[in-house]
């Protein structure tokens, strides 16, 4: 029986077309996203100071953010070469301070300091990683510059962010335990109990494993990577 050459199958070329142009438009998209929230914190930042940040780019930045889940699904069919086991848990704690803090607690965390910095790290990260892999998806290779800041930028803007993520945890515990938001008290009819304070430390606590994983795995990628020759 003749083995089937999937590559000269009009079918499958036609996918593969698709495929790359699906690729394309989510990387030219979640771009755009990045872009606006980092040109609004940006101008805000400049103009108007970072008490005003927030309240400038949460839309944009809930949408985007809120996106950026489907993330771990396209880690599993393959639109993004990042493993699961380092997409998911920066996803997730991304998802939690965008939902679970920011929106939750605005009254201590909107006007921080530190959320400017918040803001402007996952943006940069997030720009230079999908113009990374939108470029190598539709050129099938990337300049090296790109490469240099894809494997790069992380050494700055990952400490920044995730210091800036457990201020903004560490900021709401406060009011997290004062308001009982999200907790659930007994007596109740399921028998049930839930306190988003202890879960919130329990996030914290998470960081501490999770911090050496995500920066390590980074800086055996970045030495793998820009170790190999540039036509690579």
Not at 63 to 85: C, D, K, N, T, W
Not at 110 to 119: K, Y
Not at 178 to 204: H, I, Q, T
Request: proline residues 6%; aromatic residues 18%.
């Amino acid at each position: 029986m003749a083995s089937l050459d999937l590559h000269s199958n009009p079918d499958f070329f036609h996918f593969q077309s698709l495929f790359q142009f699906i690729s394309n438009l989510y990387f030219s998209v979640f771009c755009c996203f990045r872009f606006q929230v980092l040109f609004l914190a940006l101008k805000t930042l400049k103009e108007s100071g970072y008490e005003h940040v927030y309240s400038n780019v949460e839309k944009p930045l809930l949408l985007a953010q809120s996106a950026a889940f489907l993330e771990i699904l396209h880690g599993i069919i393959g639109l993004v070469r990042s493993p699961i086991s380092a997409t998911l848990p920066q996803i997730s704690s991304r998802l939690y301070l965008v939902w679970g803090v920011l929106y939750s607690f605005p009254e201590v965390v909107q006007t921080h300091p530190l959320i400017s910095s918040l803001v402007i790290s996952w943006c940069i990260t997030e720009i230079v990683r999908y113009s990374f892999f939108g470029t190598k998806e539709a050129f099938g290779s990337t300049p090296y510059w790109l490469l240099w800041l894809r494997y790069s930028t992380f050494l700055v803007l990952y400490p920044t962010g995730i210091a800036s993520e457990i201020a903004m945890i560490y900021n709401a515990l406060p009011f997290m335990k004062e308001s009982g938001l999200y907790s659930v008290r007994m007596p109740n009819k399921w028998n049930f109990s839930f306190d988003y304070y202890y879960c919130a430390l329990v996030v914290l606590a998470v960081y501490v494993p999770g911090i050496p994983h995500l920066y390590g795995y980074m800086l055996g990628q970045r030495k793998k990577t820009l170790m190999k020759p540039k036509k690579e």
